[in-house]
């Protein structure tokens, strides 16, 4: 019974922790160019290739040339856990 609960409990925290992973086509992630409360925004995709031979796919969103207000700005990465 104890060892029944401990892999309903494994199970649940994998469901959770690493769930099963979506497949998707980067046309599923919608126009390269688009606008928000009349800013406009692109978004650039790019593919790296991590030490375990994984590609991974990324995409960039950033404020369109005419919206940017320097040249440098900060950037936020999320990161998931599968």
């Known amino acids: 019974m104890e060892e029944h609960r401990r892999n309903n409990y494994s199970e649940l ?30 978004r650039r995709d790019v593919g790296l290739l991590n030490s375990r031979k994984d590609h991974l796919t990324c995409s960039h969103f950033e404020p369109a040339s005419e919206e940017r207000v320097n040249d440098v700005l900060p950037c936020v990465v999320f990161c998931h856990g599968n």
């Open 13 to 42: 925290v994998d469901s959770i922790i690493r769930p099963k992973r979506e497949e998707y086509t980067l046309e599923d992630l919608g126009p390269k160019e688009f606008s928000i409360k009349e800013r406009k925004y692109v």
